[in-house]
């Protein structure tokens, strides 16, 4: 049987740490976190559960944490998680035949998450299943750190996993609006590192045509709204995450 490393980079997570720990505590070969010197009991939690913790700084880019952790994996397979992400039995038991296999044919696999938001999963408005790649054999994968959502890049061949990631990203309105100003400020970041931009057709793009296109799709060709109130709210406000990173970047310039 092969062996795994959880790895996880946090920043002021000590709500969340203790039971993603325990989640993957049984499966975990070696646990590492890397820590961005948070200003709570992250780090000393993540200890007391046994885990390797890394202290260093939070930079804005928080895959270039992700990616610190990765590095200092020692074991056969990487299973890279977020502070607020969760491994049910069902997961853990995928992942667990993945390891007795020893399929040395793949490399990584992209696995679904289910996003609890404002009281319930998200299953419509392209919110589920959400696949993405967190299990990858190490060396074999990594993050590029250049942008908000990025997903790793995989050396080789890719499978699928059925269960999914619980991920318990905003159960709350003011943790989902702290999250949003972090995703915006980057976004902005990013706009404003663009070169030989046509200053008309961007303000254009961003202020009315990305938030339309995207409530369209998201709330209407993607059936937001079966996902009642909560499903508008997401759809409103992800929309919205266009014109509010272009103002931004231009108060910022």
Do not use: C
Not at 83 to 95: C, F, G, P, Q, S
Not at 190 to 204: A, D, P, Q, V
Not at 224 to 241: H, L, N, Y
Request: a positive charge; zero cysteines.
């Amino acid at each position: 049987m092969e062996t795994l490393s959880v790895v996880i980079a946090t920043y002021n997570e000590e709500k969340n740490i203790t039971d993603l720990i325990k989640s993957v505590k049984d499966i975990a070969d070696e646990i590492i976190v890397v820590d961005g010197s948070s200003q709570d009991k992250t780090a000393d939690l993540a200890r007391e559960l046994g885990a390797k913790v890394i202290v260093t700084n939070n930079p804005s880019i928080f895959h270039i944490n992700k990616q610190k952790a990765i590095d200092n994996a020692t074991k056969d397979w990487v299973l890279q998680l977020d502070a607020d992400e969760r491994v049910d039995k069902a997961l853990k038991d995928e992942i667990i035949d993945i390891l007795k296999k020893n399929d040395s044919s793949i490399n990584g696999y992209w696995i679904p998450r289910k996003n609890f938001f404002l009281g319930r999963y998200l299953m419509k408005g392209g919110q589920y299943p959400d696949y993405t790649i967190r299990l990858y054999r190490r060396g074999k994968g990594h993050l590029p750190q250049k942008s908000v959502h990025e997903q790793a890049t995989v050396e080789g061949k890719v499978g699928y996993l059925t269960h999914p990631l619980i991920h318990f990203a905003d159960p709350s309105f003011k943790r989902y609006l702290i999250r949003y100003n972090r995703y915006t400020n980057l976004m902005a970041d990013e706009l404003r590192s663009l070169k030989n931009k046509n200053k008309l057709s961007e303000s254009i793009k961003y202020l009315f045509i990305s938030p339309v296109w995207w409530f369209v799709m998201s709330y209407i060709r993607h059936k937001g709204f079966m996902d009642s109130w909560q499903g508008f709210v997401f759809s409103f406000f992800s929309s919205m995450r266009f014109p509010v990173s272009y103002i931004k970047y231009l108060v910022r310039k």
